[in-house]
């Protein structure tokens, strides 16, 4: 469910004009926008552009319509198959064009037997409108300087949610429209206004959610599915969150006490982590990182939700036994560097959407008791402050408290529906993914009668991003949904070494 982590999407050179008149769903080209988002290089020469244009809330008819941009990548075959594949992004509230140019850059390439269709989903990155708010964006960055669980903390971060809520609304936008029923809808529309038979759907984070929801509601003319990260919409999220932080907590101290060198640095981690976290909850630690204005608050919460938070960038999990060490030993910089790290650049989220999914379809089925409950019994030994937060990207901790400012009401009881198809699917999820864990894909798996769930050692969040192995699985796959493709390359993988020495940032390399 978290956004993807890559670079900093901005509004440079997007006018927003407000919401247009009504019109029937259509698609129309476009250039494809130079820059691609604030700061990231044009698409290139392979990518043709365009807009659909769609309904902003299809339950009101004659109502206004927003534009949807889309960026398909040419298959680089010369008689590319017929049947592309189409690219959900993460989030909520990511962007699939800044994904584009990720993908452009990885080996083997996913688009050697098929174009490639990456969508910005409604109220993201080059869509319009595009539904960010710098209010949060800035509590966002003051956040993780104040003490995690202090209730004024908590109170800047509902005026700021507040703020943002306050400005859009006044524009004119319809916020509780900006949410997965519509989102599907979407995709739905634009496979028939790009006029494809049948398409190959992946879905990562979010997208997956995205894609499980598609498929329960609008199955025609989908072939072929990949789910990598999986959220699954019949299990709700935020009840699950510390449940998949825990899992990943016994994953990582299990994989370094099975390698000698990272059990002979840090001997019995997994009880040095739980003291720690217990003593920050009493005694904070403020950190000082050169070049950031304001010192880290260290408290107990931060440092539980900092192992988390270290799924997202591809370097970091290697770092967290030596993080977490150093840590309890008084050194807290090489933890505060990987907060940061995990920090959404501003300008980068698309907060409708983000807000419109989680609180609707998340908080609204749930409250702070049940998942509080649920915490307790995944990690007994954690103090009760640092339960009362919600482990993810520094967005999710207050999540109640910001839904409660948002104010988009309760999505209708359908879309917590699990999705029961017995199209071809693939469920791709790495063994330290904290926040979408391996529970979740197994239980989507359970409606899908045609489906395989793979575990990679040792990855994240988004498998498919760190993982040549996983892109070589996801084409031959692709190729045949049904059976006979190669996915041998898994059982070669190993847990990476753990950091051990001196902390720096390793090279990613393709596994």
Same mark, same amino acid.
């Given at each position: ?15 927003? $004009? ?171 529309? #634009? ?43 019949? #299990? ?46 009493? $005694?904070? #630690? ?66 409708? #959407? ?79 993914d904290g926040p979408a864990g391996t529970r979740w894909a197994a239980a989507a798996a359970t409606g899908l009668s045609h489906s395989r769930a793979l575990l990679f050692p040792g990855l994240g969040h988004s498998v498919l991003l760190q993982s040549g192995c996983a892109r070589t699985i996801l084409a031959g796959f692709f190729d045949q949904p049904a059976g006979g493709y190669d996915a041998s390359c898994v059982d070669t993988l190993t847990v990476p070494p753990f950091a051990t020495g001196r902390l720096s940032r390793p090279r990613p390399g393709a596994r």
């Open positions: 469910m978290a956004v993807a982590v890559l670079l900093a999407a901005g509004t440079a050179g997007w006018k927003d $004009e407000g919401p247009k008149p009504a019109g029937p769903p259509s698609y129309a080209p476009a250039p494809c926008p130079k820059p691609n988002l604030a700061g990231v290089p044009a698409l290139g020469p392979h990518f043709s552009c365009g807009y659909l244009t769609v309904p902003e809330n299809r339950a009101k008819p004659g109502g206004r319509t927003i534009r949807i941009a889309v960026a398909r990548l040419e298959s680089t075959a010369a008689r590319p198959k017929p049947d592309p594949v189409v690219w959900l992004t993460g989030g909520p509230g990511g962007s699939g064009l800044l994904d584009a140019f990720t993908v452009t850059r990885l080996k083997p390439a996913i688009n050697a037997d098929r174009d490639v269709v990456f969508v910005d989903q409604r109220g993201t990155g080059r869509s319009d409108p595009l539904l960010n708010c710098p209010e949060i964006d800035a509590f966002t960055r003051e956040s993780v300087t104040l003490l995690s669980t202090d209730p004024e903390t908590t109170r800047k971060g509902v005026e700021a949610t507040r703020a943002c809520r306050t400005r859009l609304a006044r524009m004119g936008y319809d916020l509780a429209a900006y949410n997965t029923t519509e989102n599907a809808a979407d995709i739905a529309d #634009l496979r028939t206004a790009l006029g494809i038979k049948e398409w190959n759907v992946y879905g990562v984070s979010y997208g997956t959610d995205l894609a499980l929801q598609l498929l329960r509601d609008h199955p025609q003319g989908i072939r072929a599915m990949v789910l990598d990260s999986v959220v699954t919409p019949h #299990l709700n999220l935020l009840d699950g969150l510390w449940l998949n932080a825990a899992d990943q907590y016994k994953a990582m101290f299990a994989a370094c006490t099975a390698q000698p060198a990272c059990r002979a640095a840090y001997p019995g981690l997994r009880a040095e982590f739980t003291a720690t976290v217990r003593r920050l909850d009493r $005694e904070p #630690l403020s950190v000082t990182v050169p070049g950031e204005a304001g010192a880290l608050v260290f408290d107990g919460y931060q440092l539980a939700n900092m192992v988390v938070v270290a799924a997202l960038p591809p370097w970091a999990l290697t770092t967290v036994p030596a993080a977490v060490h150093a840590l309890a030993s008084g050194n807290g910089l090489p933890a505060a560097k990987t907060v940061l790290a995990g920090q959404s650049p501003p300008g980068f989220v698309g907060w409708g #959407l983000f807000y419109g999914v989680v609180c609707r379809e998340q908080a609204a089925f749930t409250d702070r008791r049940k998942v509080r409950a649920a915490a307790k019994a995944a990690l007994p030994g954690f103090p009760r402050r640092v339960l009362s937060l919600l482990p993810q990207q520094e967005f999710v901790g207050r999540i109640f408290a910001d839904c409660a400012a948002w104010d988009v009401g309760r999505a209708d009881p359908r879309v917590t529906a699990q999705t029961r198809s017995d199209v071809p699917t693939l469920l791709m999820s790495g063994t330290f």
